[in-house]
């Protein structure tokens, strides 16, 4: 670096010497401020802004998840509904397999207990409808009442997100991040946990530290400048909104259950423009050990503005936590676009504004 820099210096003379100017060395730190901002903004706008339906946990305090679980890979294109029968269905699991699966942090005080899969891990499944010829809008719509009824107990939760998404035309790797969301005011924090982006912290409260998205970033999020540094940008900055899918608005399962309540809404409307909805019943997925019950949702042209020319989603549901727990969406040519699954649940827990703070996460900023 030495080298290079003493070299471009001499070239930067000559070329002054020749023209019987002095450089303007003013604009020229101008310039390098600039550039350290448009990289910095690129990076807050890439790595905060597609967390919607917004997944081992290891959080800035004590949260921690076994690792006996191999991550799957990212689901292939159009992969096959597999509808579930008894013979099928995987053998329930021992409460120690379920434990090492959903086993939680340790309780803060005040806390609650963590959510579990089920308090009876034999228990058989609990359809909504298993009635094959019941009309499959009522069995979805009561599918969401028990989701909206689920979600309306929950205060805050702690998951783990594994996601990718195409933003433009550009896949981008599978994210494993660590999730925390609280309603009130709403705020959602994610620590990378995986491979991609290793460390890596986000952290927003909608109203609060500037209404703006904190990034703690980490070594080669800018480039030639270590790891460490905090940087801040609007939600709905041109940089930020131009860099993902989803706005940190959308972030969390409570998105999963407005949308498809939208869409409910206008089939009962016989809105001409609302997407066709299919109850898929029970499905096996490689990334449970037991079938979730599926919801298919095909999309009209224009219905979504990442989906000019429509597209097709998969949405899933925990029948025990009566929860969203995996989204997948494909464009009108069959390519994945989305891939959003929560697992490890913990809920209820309590979540206070230090859990959000950027300033109690990681100190001051010498700025301020």
Known sequence: MVTYHAAERSARARTWRGTGREPKKGLAMARGRAAWWLAAALLVGAVAGG???????????????????????????????????????????????????????????????????????????????????????????????????SYAQIDSYIARLRRQEVVGNTQKPEEILLFRFRKQPHSVYLKWIGEEGRGREVTFVRGQHGNKIHTLTVANDIPFLPGGRRIALAPDSLVVRSASRH????AGIGHI???????????????????????????????Y??????????????????LPRGGRRLCFFDPRHRLPVLLVTYDESGRQVEYYCYDRLQYPVRLDDDDFDPNKLWGRSPAQ
């Open 247 to 250: 706005s940190i608005d959308e």
């Open 257 to 287: 259950i407005d949308q498809l309540g939208r869409i409910l809404d206008a089939v009962n409307r016989n809105d001409p423009r609302a997407a066709r909805l299919k109850y898929l019943g029970f499905v096996t997925r490689p990334e």
């Open 289 to 306: 050990d037991a079938p979730l019950e599926g919801v298919e949702v095909v999309l009209p042209p224009g219905a979504e503005p990442t």
């Open 51 to 149: 967390c919607v339906y917004h997944r081992g946990l290891l959080g800035s305090r004590s949260e921690s998840l076994p690792t006996s679980r191999e991550t799957p890979a990212a689901a292939p294109l159009l992969p096959p509904v597999v509808p579930a029968t008894e013979s099928s269905r995987p053998a329930p699991r021992s409460p120690a397999s379920v434990e090492s699966i959903a086993q939680a942090p340790e309780a803060r005080p005040g806390g609650g207990v963590p959510g579990r899969l089920t308090s009876n891990p034999s228990a058989p499944l609990p359809a909504v409808n298993p009635d094959p010829q019941a009309d499959p809008i009522a069995t979805i719509r009561e599918l969401h009442r028990r989701a909206v009824e």
